[in-house]
């Protein structure tokens, strides 16, 4: 079996440990003569997979006791919904526009109330993180909306979005469990998780207490935060598979990789080999404006189609998949999550010089 370094921005590649472990208990979890795919998530063998992944988050993230850990279906897309039904209480919101997954999150809460978009990058492209000052934001917004990591772009907030006192929400789906943030000074972090903690089909949501239960009228029951939050996420059948999916992603951090901190040191090292080897080459080139680069999502051109095409063509069948850019944006992207090796960017790299020296 050669398995591939798998460069796709999600569902992406995850840590072969946690995918070794799930195999293994694939017929039998523990004693108890059944798959976790086969057991009632209301079984005692079950509850203690789903408390044992809040008890992983909440250590990791450090998340205070005044938040709840909520585990949801609908993928990251329908927190552009429910967010506005739960948190526009009188009415106003504003948004920073960052890219396409920030701009859907702004459409989708105009369906809701007055949603201001109050900075944005598309004049160039979204190749950059606007400057944000408090004195942009409405002082009667019910909560400010960011993307943290624009993973088509490849930008992130690299200094914190200064909203001033409003209600910060902020869309984690390609940054969550790389880097140590301070969950207090949010008031609500979402993510999808088919990118650095699981299998899709899970949507983990971290909400401030007192920003519960204020749901708009004829919200939808499996819209309001406060059924999931008092129902401990089994108001009906949660994600089973993929929470326990996402607690093996999240023990694999805790006990192979030494805490989200060590796993940072990793992210940056592993950005630093590519960022550095784009600022060298004379044929490959980083998109985004140095300060605000990702260290998850790096997209990257030669400047020619051809070449670009030539190099998706001949990376995929060395065992680089993945590497096209976003349909809506072209060249080539590496998404290089938590779960990609150091070795998977070194051998990147290495090939990129290969086929520079080759068609350069
Ligand atoms: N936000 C961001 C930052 C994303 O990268 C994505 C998916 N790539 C989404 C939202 C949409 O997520 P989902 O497919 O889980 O709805």
């Keep these: 079996m050669a398995r591939v370094y798998n460069f796709s921005a999600g569902p992406s590649m995850l840590p072969e440990k946690a995918l070794q472990r799930a195999a293994s208990e694939m017929l039998e979890y523990g004693s108890s003569g059944q798959s976790v795919m086969e057991m009632s998530h209301r079984s005692k063998e079950y509850e203690a997979i789903i408390n044992e992944c809040e008890a992983l988050f909440r250590e990791l993230l450090e998340i205070p006791d005044n938040y709840k850990v909520l585990f949801l279906q609908g993928g990251a897309s329908t927190q552009f919904a429910m967010v506005p039904m739960n948190l526009m209480k009188t009415g106003k919101a504003d948004f920073v526009v960052t890219g396409q997954w920030a701009k859907k999150a702004w459409q989708e809460a105009a369906k809701f109330g007055d949603a201001k978009a109050v900075a944005s990058s598309a004049d160039k492209t979204f190749s950059y993180i606007p400057e944000l000052t408090p004195d942009m934001f409405r002082p009667d917004a019910d909560y400010v909306h960011v993307c943290y990591n624009n993973t088509i772009y490849g930008t992130h907030y690299n200094t914190f979005p200064n909203v001033g006192d409003r209600p910060l929400v902020a ?159 072209g060249g080539m992207r590496a998404s290089i999550y938590n779960a990609m090796p150091v070795e998977g960017v070194e051998k990147l790299i290495e090939f990129m010089k290969e086929f520079e020296k080759k068609n350069g």
């Design 171 to 329: 869309d984690m789906s390609s940054c969550i469990m790389s880097e140590k943030v301070d969950v207090s000074k949010f008031a609500m972090i979402y993510a999808g998780a088919q990118k650095n903690i699981g299998p899709a089909g899970l949507t983990v949501v971290i909400i401030r207490d007192d920003l519960i239960g204020n749901a708009k009228e004829g919200t939808p029951t499996m819209l309001d935060y406060k059924i999931h939050a008092e129902n401990g996420s089994m108001y009906n059948t949660p994600p089973t598979y993929s929470i326990y999916m996402c607690k093996l992603v999240l023990e694999w951090i805790k006990n192979d990789m030494g805490g989200v901190e060590a796993v940072n040191k990793i992210n940056q090292h592993k950005a630093k080999l590519f960022y550095d080897y784009l600022d060298s080459s004379a044929m490959f080139k980083g998109t985004v404006t140095p300060k605000d680069r990702s260290l998850m999502n790096i997209p990257f051109v030669t400047g020619n189609e051809e070449l670009d095409k030539l190099f998706v063509k001949e990376s995929k069948e060395a065992g680089f998949v993945n590497l096209k850019g976003h349909r809506s944006v």
